[in-house]
Nanobody, 114 residues
């Protein structure tokens, strides 16, 4: 599956952004889709994930601020990010897994200024 992330940009602290990830094929059979991020000088970390059942999981640092969703009709996954903080600055990547096969998309940069 080819994944294309978009929606990154620059925003002031407290602002919002919505990231989108478009898949090259139907996502109905994809077990898990997720957003990861890599901040400058840090390791990549999971931000949010959503299973085919709709069950979601979030990193503690984004709970209550970020919302992940998937739309099987449009073959897309989204991440609504509210109340952004400077520490959310990172390159965000979308990821999907089908069984033991996983794919990564190119990243999209999110910059949050104080």
């Amino acid at each position: 599956v080819q994944l294309q992330a978009s929606g990154g940009g620059s925003v002031q602290a407290g602002g919002s952004l919505r990231l989108s990830c478009a898949a090259s094929r139907d996502i109905f059979s994809i077990d898990l889709m997720a957003w990861y991020r890599r901040a400058p000088g840090k390791q990549r970390e999971m931000v949010a994930e959503i299973a085919s059942s709709g069950i979601t999981n979030y990193a503690d640092s984004v709970k209550g601020r970020f919302t992940i969703s998937r739309d099987s009709n449009k073959n897309t996954m989204s991440l609504q990010m509210n109340s952004l903080k400077p520490e959310d600055t990172a390159v965000y990547y979308c990821y999907c897994r089908r069984g033991v096969v996983f794919d990564w998309g190119h990243g999209t940069l999110v910059t949050v200024s104080s």
